[in-house]
């Protein structure tokens, strides 16, 4: 399984974009890179997903460069609510032996 | 159900007690996928499930730990001999599909489980 490195903790204001980055420098072929986010006293709960150049839904948008060796997630706007644990994962599906790794802390501030 | 529900949320236990821990996951969900997280860390992965299949148990920290899903619908997780290292958050998480197919997984919000 490929393992992850993301920032241990990161501040923002509201209403910035927020771009977290994750290095996976020995993602294999079939791996899809997959983010999670996790309020407090809840499950994670499945953001986006992608395999590489750009992937966007309502919710964020996920970069990947032609190497796939890294990623970054972007947040639009952060709000208060934004506040969580984002947690980058590599792995060929979505759950099985998933490696969550001890993920992002973002702080979004007033 | 609308989501993962898991119980009970919190459970407290005295040393050397047996637990268990239930899951429902979505209905019709295939894959079923069992989590340990300790405080302020990610979540660790303990085990998964195809249906009524356990195909991957690597991730239980020691044989007091088991757990099943007879019917390929609830599952139980099962600690027995409780010790203090076992008190943290196990999460429960299903997907549609199973094998290497590409879905989504949805979690429950856990049960916290302390030992005294």
């Known amino acids: 399984l490929a393992k992850t490195t993301q920032p241990i903790s990161m501040d923002s204001y509201e209403g910035q974009e927020v771009n977290i980055t994750c290095s996976h420098n020995?993602?294999?072929?079939?791996?899809?890179i997959t983010w999670y986010q996790q309020f407090p006293s809840q499950g994670p709960r499945f953001i986006i997903q992608?395999?590489?150049t750009k992937v966007t839904n309502e919710v964020a948008s996920l970069f990947i460069p032609a190497d796939r060796k890294s990623s970054t997630l972007s947040l639009p706007r952060v709000s208060l609510s934004d506040t969580a644990v984002y947690y980058c994962?590599?792995?060929?599906?979505?759950?099985?032996?998933?490696?969550f790794g001890p993920g992002t802390r973002l702080s979004v501030l007033p | 159900g609308a989501g993962v529900s898991q119980s009970p949320r919190y459970k407290v236990a005295k040393r050397g007690q047996d637990v268990a821990l239930r899951c429902d996951p979505i209905?019709?969900?295939?894959?079923l996928f069992w989590y340990q997280q300790a405080l302020g860390q990610g979540p660790e992965f303990l085990t998964y499930?195809?249906?009524?299949?356990?195909?991957?148990k690597s991730g239980l920290p020691s044989d007091r730990f088991f757990a099943e899903r007879p019917e390929g619908s609830v599952s139980t997780l099962k600690i027995q001999r409780t010790q203090q290292e076992d008190s943290a958050v196990y999460l429960c998480?299903?997907?549609?599909?199973?094998?290497?197919?590409?879905?989504?997984?949805?979690f429950g919000q856990g049960t916290r489980l302390t030992v005294v």
């Open positions: 020995n993602i294999a072929t079939n791996d899809y």
């Open positions: 992608g395999y590489k």
């Open positions: 998480a299903s997907s549609l599909a199973g094998g290497r197919m590409n879905t989504e997984a949805f």
């Open positions: 499930f195809q249906n009524e299949a356990q195909l991957d």
């Open positions: 994962l590599v792995g060929e599906n979505y759950g099985q032996n998933f490696v």
């Open positions: 209905s019709g969900h295939v894959s």
